[in-house]
């Protein structure tokens, strides 16, 4: 993708935690990024950080606005965080979306609309990640950030979400980074790859 004339999202300076090494990176609009990288390099955490919910040194920007300066709560709407697991508090699906997800939002990903009206505890794993991943969308976040989104999905629900994704970012002029292992999806999906570097614990003894 060409990033001639497109508007910078998120700027990342020298972005460093407990345990991932000091990244900088600058992500486009309509841009996906996939990060990949050996267990323990750090990439949840680099993504906690952005999202500002891991202790980190450095600095973030979302259309130049640095992240201390907004208040968490619309940071994190804006920066939106899908983990390996998404969270669920309430009994039935439906309970979980302040706006529905209409029956095509939820087709899209291959979910019958009669799923918002199903216990949590009687759906899949890889329904929670489907439905994780519209409650963010719902948000209309500027950047996604998905940490191995499509683990535990088989292969048509992969591209499905992975056409989602690529169709969200584009038309709203969003960007995304998505932590994945595997190199044919980020073949599919990513606009450029980054491999996760390794922190120097050497050199900070």
């Avoid at 450095?58 to 965080?81: I, T």
């Avoid at 009669?114 to 994780?132: C, P």
Wanted: net charge neutral; with cysteine; hydrophobic share 45%.
């Amino acid at each position: 993708m060409s990033n001639v004339q497109k508007s910078i999202v998120l700027d990342v300076r020298a972005l460093s935690g407990a345990y991932f090494a000091p990244i900088s990176l600058q992500l486009v609009a309509g841009e996906v990024l996939c990060l990949f990288g050996v267990s323990g390099s750090g990439k949840s955490q680099f993504l906690r950080a952005l999202v500002d919910l891991e202790p980190h040194q450095g600095a973030v920007f979302l259309h130049g606005v640095e992240q201390q300066q907004m208040l968490a709560n619309l940071w994190r709407r804006k920066v939106a965080y899908l983990p390996a697991e998404s969270g669920w508090w309430a009994a039935r699906v439906g309970n979980h979306f302040a706006t529905p997800p209409s029956a095509d939002e939820l087709a899209s990903l291959g979910l019958e609309a009669s799923i918002l009206a199903r216990e949590v505890d009687g759906i899949s794993s890889g329904e929670r990640q489907r439905l994780g991943l519209l409650r963010l969308l719902v948000q209309r976040p500027q950047v996604i950030l998905l940490d191995e989104p499509s683990a535990n999905l088989d292969p048509e629900s992969t591209l499905k979400m992975e056409q989602v994704v690529r169709a969200y970012v584009r038309e709203a002029q969003a960007a995304a980074i998505w932590v994945s292992h595997d190199p044919l999806q980020r073949a599919r999906i990513a606009d450029r790859s980054m491999d996760m570097p390794l922190l120097n614990t050497e050199a900070m003894r």
